[in-house]
């Protein structure tokens, strides 16, 4: 993800600035770009690229690529800070009649239903989606390990599963048990090291062996299209979140190990004031 995003903001410096002599770039070269940047795009747009340019070239100032550093002198702009957007309460419901209404349309439909179903209870991300395995399942005890492999914050935590959650895993082992079966090659004992959304194993108009990321940003922007509700990885998770951290003294703590968040800082961004809650504050104000 890191490699995508790096490459992205090279290319648009690349084309912005036609291929520019690095060791020739100035300050006014770098504004222009800002300016250039900022009349089409939004002020956080240009931050991402910034950071990004400021840490390539501090890297290249300390592997002696380059030997000037015109990004010292140019800033960041001021960006507000936009609200997390969420799904409305039926959003997720009405995708998922879409689907099973239209299964020829968003096959394998069942697979899709399985995998929304659970990013909305685990609040998993995307790269979490693709990197689980069966063996991060505990049966058992009901309870999911997310790995280092899928981590954006580079460290494995567990979440406990529902019940219905279960439910959607067991019908997908069943149907990757069965389908693998009658596939070469199989071997029983290696299910544990297999990817748990395996999208290829169901379809095979998708190439490879493994599902990526960007099938699912695929489906969504699909889904987006054709039910009129934006739906997203981060907007799936974003609703998870909001509605965890809901109503009168959320448990943050247990917040913020569900959802994988480094500090708390990251959960009280998903905690709205509640006026109830607030008035009970009035009992601490001296009013005399």
């Known amino acids: 993800a890191s ?3 790096y490459r992205g903001m090279g290319k648009v410096f690349a084309d912005d600035l036609k291929d520019p002599d690095l060791e020739a770039l100035t300050v006014d070269d770098l504004l222009h770009w800002r300016q250039r940047i900022l009349a089409r795009a939004t002020p956080a747009t240009w931050n991402h690229y910034h950071r990004h340019s400021k840490a390539l070239w501090r ?3 300390r592997t002696g690529l380059l030997e000037q550093d015109p990004f010292l002198r140019v800033t960041s702009v001021p960006a507000a ?18 689907m099973a209404q239209n299964p020829g349309r968003y096959q394998p439909a069942w ?8 990013m909305y209870a685990t609040g998993a ?9 069966w063996r991060d399942i505990d049966w058992d005890n009901a309870v999911l390990t997310f790995t280092v492999e899928g981590s954006k914050t580079r460290r494995e935590w567990k979440i406990p599963l529902t019940s219905a959650t279960m439910g959607d895993l067991s019908v997908l082992r069943e149907r990757t048990l069965e389908y693998a079966r009658s596939s070469s090659g199989y071997k029983n004992d290696a299910m ?5 959304f ?4 169901f379809n095979p108009r998708f190439r490879g062996q493994q599902m990526i990321e960007v099938h699912l940003t695929k489906l969504m922007a699909r889904l987006s299209k054709e039910s009129g509700i934006t739906i997203s990885p981060h907007r799936i998770r974003h609703t998870t979140a909001t509605r965890l951290a809901s109503g009168s003294n959320p448990d943050l703590k247990s917040i913020q190990q569900y959802l994988g968040h480094s500090t ?8 709205h004031p509640d006026i109830d809650q607030m008035r009970l504050l009035h009992v601490k104000l001296d009013n005399r």
């Open 81 to 98: 800070k936009a609200g997390k957007k969420i799904l409305h309460q039926d959003a997720l419901a009405t995708v998922c009649d879409l």
């Open 3 to 5: 490699v995508r995003s």
């Open 192 to 196: 544990l090291d297999q990817q748990v």
């Open 111 to 118: 697979f899709w239903i399985i995998v929304l179903r659970f």
């Open 125 to 133: 991300r995307r790269r979490q989606v693709v990197a689980l395995r």
């Open 264 to 271: 708390l800082l990251q959960t009280l961004e998903y905690v």
């Open 198 to 201: 395996r999208l290829p194993l």
């Open 59 to 61: 890297w290249a100032l």
